[in-house]
């Protein structure tokens, strides 16, 4: 069945420093979906990429799919203490739409 | 508007015994997802269900595990005969009614943290 790998698992970072993680899927997805989830709390949906070598920002935040829609990335400049968590990818793919296979995810860790 | 309501937000279980947790979608959404996510590990799904339809139970165990989603009322995700291993944070998700509804943003409730001792 179709996997979606996530690296790195853990990442600490100075205040101000930049962080990226990546994902990869075992298929093609049809589109790919970015959550963060608050240490205790529930994933909180960040956004949806959906067209093959899609880019969208939010602020801080820098969306990658790739062009063979099977990788994405999400990069933060800057970070700031506000931005620790575990920061989820999430595809779909084929004709299951509904289902989210979620990568293992990336916790962040910010220190001042 | 409210969001996604999950209940108990905490359930205690010895072994053997029945957990049910319940979970309302968000106000006007039809589709509802349940996930399961151990300690430090993601989210695996488990079943997705329209108002009186199971879509897709690839990620349900085959045995003890058993949801629905009546026409009134929350969804239910039932677990009979519990066991340790299923000690894990159980979310609820969904998402709006509509014919490309699965790749819609899932919304997510607050999940109910099952102990089992």
């Known amino acids: 069945g179709q996997q979606v790998m996530q690296i790195p698992q853990y990442q600490h970072v100075q205040e101000g420093e930049d962080f990226t993680t990546y994902c990869n899927s075992s298929t093609t997805l049809s589109n790919i979906q970015w959550y963060k989830q608050r240490p205790g709390g529930h994933p909180v949906f960040l956004i949806q990429l959906v067209k093959s070598g899609e880019v969208k920002k939010q602020k801080r935040l820098t969306f990658q799919f790739g062009e063979a829609k099977k990788n994405s990335s999400l990069h933060i400049t800057a970070t700031q203490t506000t931005d620790v968590g575990t920061y989820f990818c999430a595809g779909q793919g084929g004709t299951s739409y509904g289902k989210l296979t979620f990568g293992q995810g990336t916790i962040l860790t910010v220190h001042p | 508007n409210a969001g996604v309501m999950q209940n108990p937000r905490h359930l205690v279980r010895r072994r053997g015994q029945e957990a049910r947790l319940r979970c309302s979608p968000m106000k006007g959404h039809s589709h509802v997802y349940w996930y399961r996510q151990l300690p430090e590990e993601g989210l695996k799904f488990m079943v997705y269900?329209?108002?009186?339809?199971?879509?897709?139970e690839s990620g349900m165990p085959k045995e003890r595990f058993s949801a629905e989603f009546p026409k009134e009322g929350p969804s239910i995700l039932r677990i009979q005969q519990v066991v340790r291993g299923d000690s894990a944070a159980y979310f609820c998700?969904?998402?709006?009614?509509?014919?490309?509804?699965?790749?819609?943003?899932?919304?997510f409730g607050p999940g109910t943290r099952l102990t089992v001792l």
């Open positions: 269900l329209q108002k009186e339809n199971i879509i897709d």
């Open positions: 998700a969904s998402s709006p009614p509509g014919l490309l509804a699965g790749i819609y943003e899932q919304f």
